[in-house]
Nanobody
């Protein structure tokens, strides 16, 4: 059974940094893809970043590139999302997702496995 558990979300001030973690279990990482998404109240899921284990460079949403960094540590079965220079509009529930493919995706429907999310709130 695949499980993804996010952590690290909390209340921060505008301009602060945060690192979110996602521990993955029951999932064979080899040539598979991971992604981070977020959902703000009343809005659709928004792709942030993704990468393929053992694959090419990570890829990012154009609007968020430069402030978010995705990485993975296979030995710890963990995927990270580093978020810098946070703004109030970054307030959302942040989700980790896994995809049974070496080819990355930016759409919600491309990912079969999801965590429960972690809340990030940025105050001004």
């Amino acid at each position: 059974q695949v499980q993804l558990v996010e952590s690290g979300g909390r209340l921060v001030q505008s301009g602060d940094s945060l690192r979110l973690s996602c521990i993955v279990s029951g999932f064979n990482f080899v040539h598979k893809s991971m992604g981070w998404f977020r959902q703000a109240p009343g809005k659709d899921y928004e792709f942030i970043a993704g990468f393929t284990w053992g694959g090419a460079n990570p890829y990012y949403a154009d609007s968020l590139k430069g402030r978010f960094t995705i990485s993975g540590e296979a030995a710890k079965n963990t995927v990270y999302l580093q978020a810098d220079s946070l703004k109030p509009e970054d307030t959302a529930v942040y989700y980790c997702a896994a995809r049974d493919s070496q080819f990355g995706g930016t759409e919600y429907s491309a990912y079969a496995y999801w965590g429960q999310g972690t809340q990030v709130t940025v105050s001004s």
